[in-house]
């Protein structure tokens, strides 16, 4: 009694066994599909050194199984730096590992890794390339600094700081500073810099360090020079010119 045999293909090819007699001719079946790969053939061996001639093969009186050959195609992974430093692109066989991608660099900004077109997350290190050339963008975090306003010899006051983020444009904050009989002028960088900014001034961009310290140091004018009082409703007061001021206020003691 001859029992069928079966005809096994690799599980890569996807194509169902057969079960044929001992004896019989073994049938091509049609070459299989396989996104991202050419068909190149069917082989006695996983090393694909001897090819199968189905044109002579006769079914054995054993089970055997037969191997497909495929061969990958190159495909592309290009990055979108937004406004970044380039970089190069990546292109290697379908299947294969993508391996780590260079990360760009961008003034103000930390890189925040890539996403894809869906805007999900893509590390090319944990993926191998799909069947499909694509394209992923970078994520850019702006850095942030902070702002620390000193009295810088004034009488009283306080004033809390200020966190600011790559650009973006921000007004200073109201100077809460006094010094009694002086002016306030402005911001300058160092104790004894010149004005810089002016109070409430829109600013924006003043490092590219993340989580820089930024001092400002308040500046005052010259101080009163003379107040000569003529009755209880009139009084001349006379002071130096304060750079960058555009009002005065007068306070009457009660």
């Not at 049938?27 to 061996?45: C, H, L, M, S, V």
């Not at 600013?203 to 001092?215: E, F, P, S, V």
Request: aromatic letters at 16%; proline letters at 6%.
């Amino acid at each position: 009694v001859n029992f069928d045999h079966a005809l096994a293909f690799d599980k890569e090819a996807s194509v169902p066994y057969m079960l044929l007699s001992p004896g019989s001719a073994v049938p091509k079946p049609t070459d299989p599909i396989k996104a991202g790969y050419a068909f190149r053939g069917w082989f006695e061996d996983a090393a694909y050194t001897t090819p199968f001639d189905f044109d002579t093969a006769t079914m054995p009186y054993w089970h055997i199984k037969i191997y497909g050959k495929w061969e990958a195609f190159p495909y592309t992974v290009s990055f979108d730096s937004k406004g970044g430093t380039s970089v190069d692109a990546i292109t290697v066989l379908c299947g294969d590992p993508i391996g780590e991608s260079s990360e760009p660099t961008k003034t103000g900004y930390n890189f925040g890794g890539w996403v894809d077109e869906s805007g999900a997350t893509y590390v090319t290190y944990y993926n191998r390339m799909p069947a499909y050339d694509f394209t992923l963008a970078a994520v850019w975090i702006p850095i942030t600094y902070t702002l620390n306003f000193n009295i810088n010899d004034g009488s009283d006051g306080m004033m809390q700081p200020l966190t600011m983020s790559y650009d973006t444009t921000v007004p200073l904050s109201e100077n809460q500073f006094v010094k009694n009989g002086y002016a306030f002028l402005g911001w300058a960088t160092s104790p004894t810099g010149e004005v810089v900014y002016k109070d409430k001034q829109s600013i924006r961009n003043l490092t590219t360090d993340d989580q820089a310290t930024i001092d400002l140091y308040a500046k005052w004018g010259a101080p009163v020079t003379s107040a000569v009082s003529y009755s209880y409703n009139r009084i001349k007061i006379s002071w130096a010119a304060a750079g960058y001021a555009t009002s005065y206020r007068i306070y009457r003691a009660t």
